[in-house]
């Protein structure tokens, strides 16, 4: 991680709207959209380096843990929670849980995939499932943009882009899971019409 | 000086650097004179852009005067910042991503050029073989749709950033270059030639805000580009000329009345730099380039005067004298 942020900050460049909005410490949820592989590591890089080991991204396990090399690098230098998306039997979220009891913090992805570069889809509800079991735990919202232009699902090339970053204010559970997900997607879309970004299509 | 001789560097632009680090400390010691018993958020803007001065004036010092090879990748650093800020800034479309990725492999190359002092395949580089190579590299895409557009804002973004901006960092090369027979000496007078253009330039920024403030409108703290009054304009334009006859004698080749010209010049086309720059910010409906420096803005906010002036100054001197 030592190297990866001297790399994001030349290859990519942030430019972030209300740092002092992201957690400072656990356990706490972040929920951001997904574009590109480079949301986590832009993520990873806007926290300090003492906190790094707590902050655990919550990834697919059928993707990250498909070969060995990549399972390694993903669990021992990223430090990813990998969930089963199509699950036989247990709690899928089980890691996720234990994580938030040691105080971690959680990157959570509701879009549940990278997607359409640059675009918003529907968030999937494990989010809320977590929420509802640890009221008290913030949700902070992240809104990315530019790293769908930067590293786009399906392509090997990077090309440098800006990368704008926008905190939302933390939410609380509020006791219904369909009104609070649509209060997150809402906050997250929010976000999004801070900015001001130039066509790309 | 056994030190000395080792630096691509000589002991008057060392006198020249010393005596900006004086500037530097009288702009810190009336700002916070001015910052003195007020609100901290009073004159905040004009706090942090003298804070920046002294780490962008600091690195530009180091990059210039360690060696060769370290000005030419910072410059074909700038560069770099400069195009990405413009290129993220603009409208791009997504099947253009190859294309501006190959944009972005013609500044190690251009910089390669200079840096070996290739003049004739850094004048003709950009503007001849990557003109035509990226349309080509579009076209193999295939899609149509806002192709003019596209190559248009992509070719004038890399003209700006990438082979105006190189032409200060040729001015390091250019005297042994142009030196006759091209037998390899190593010539100390280009940094000095270098930071004389950056120096001029950027002094010409603040010439023109502060004559700007003082004359033009009081108790208006600008936000886009200040010293857009006449006051600011000409204040810019004597004080920059002024300056260069001073400090040209003893770093450059120039005359006193060449030097005085070539401080005109580069007034006047610093201001056309810095307004260009404007407009396009004004089209695109943004404030800033981005917010790389503190209290300035983006990288390209302050450039925009340089990738003016760096051409024109490097075509006058090698006119008359190289």
Redesign the interface.
């Known amino acids: 991680m030592l190297l990866v942020r001297p790399l994001v900050l ?1 290859g990519l ?1 942030i ?1 972030i709207r209300n740092r002092k909005a992201l957690p400072t410490q656990g356990p706490a949820v972040i929920i951001a959209n997904h574009n590109s592989h480079l949301d986590t590591l832009v993520i990873l890089s806007l926290f300090p380096l003492s906190l790094l080991s707590r902050v655990r991204p919550v990834a697919a396990a059928d993707y990250f843990l498909r070969n060995p090399f990549l399972a390694w690098f993903a669990t021992k230098i990223i430090g990813i929670i990998p969930i089963q998306r199509a699950t036989k039997g247990g709690n899928p979220l089980h890691q996720a849980f234990e994580a938030l009891r040691n105080n971690e913090i959680l990157i959570i992805y509701p879009e549940g995939s990278r997607g359409v ?1 640059e675009e918003l889809t529907k968030f999937k509800k494990g989010i809320s499932l977590i929420s509802k079991k640890f009221p008290e735990i913030p949700i902070t919202p992240l809104f990315l943009h ?1 790293l769908g ?1 930067a590293l ?1 699902k399906g ?1 090997a ?1 990077f ?4 990368c704008d970053i926008f905190v939302g204010n933390a939410q609380l559970w509020e006791g219904e899971k369909d009104l609070f997900m649509q209060k997150l997607e809402a906050q997250i879309t929010d976000l999004s019409k801070q900015g ?1 970004f ?4 | 000086m056994n030190l000395l001789e080792q630096l691509p560097i000589t002991q008057d632009l060392l006198y020249i650097i010393a005596g900006v680090y004086v500037l530097l400390c009288l702009a810190t010691v009336i700002v916070s004179l001015m910052r003195r018993g007020q609100a901290p958020e009073k004159h905040l803007e004009l706090w942090l852009r003298v804070k920046s001065w002294w780490y962008m004036i600091t690195i530009f010092t180091f990059a210039i005067c360690i060696n060769r090879a370290l000005s030419v990748i910072f410059l074909g650093l700038i560069s770099y910042l400069a195009l990405k800020e413009y290129l993220s800034m603009i409208p791009t479309r997504r099947a253009d991503r190859r294309v501006l990725f190959w944009a972005y492999i013609a500044i190690p190359l251009q910089y390669y050029w200079v840096y070996s002092g290739w003049y004739g395949m850094f004048i003709i580089f950009i503007p001849v073989w990557v003109f035509l190579f990226l349309p080509f590299r579009m076209v193999l895409k295939g899609e149509t749709d806002g192709f003019l557009k596209a190559i248009g804002t992509l070719n004038w973004g890399l003209m700006m950033t990438v082979f105006s901006l190189s032409h200060a960092a040729y001015l390091i090369v250019l005297p042994e270059t142009a030196s006759e027979n091209h037998t390899p000496i190593f010539d100390k007078s280009g940094a000095a030639l270098l930071f004389l253009l950056v120096l001029l330039t950027q002094f010409n920024d603040v010439a023109q805000y502060v004559w700007g403030r003082l004359i033009g409108g009081p108790k208006i703290i600008p936000k886009v580009s200040p010293g857009k009054t006449w006051v600011g304009f000409l204040g810019g334009i004597i004080s920059t000329a002024l300056l260069s006859m001073l400090l040209s004698l003893v770093i450059s080749p120039m005359s006193l009345h060449m030097a005085a010209l070539a401080g005109v010049i580069i007034s006047f086309t610093g201001f056309i730099g810095d307004v260009t720059i404007s407009a396009i910010k004004r089209d695109l409906k943004v404030k800033d380039t981005g917010s790389t420096i503190p209290g300035h803005g983006g990288l390209l906010d302050r450039v925009d005067s340089l990738t003016y002036t760096a051409p024109v100054f490097f075509h006058f001197l090698r006119y008359f004298y190289y």
């Open positions: 030349i460049g430019n570069p530019g232009k786009p392509d090339v090309v440098p882009f800006f001001h130039p066509e790309w299509d």
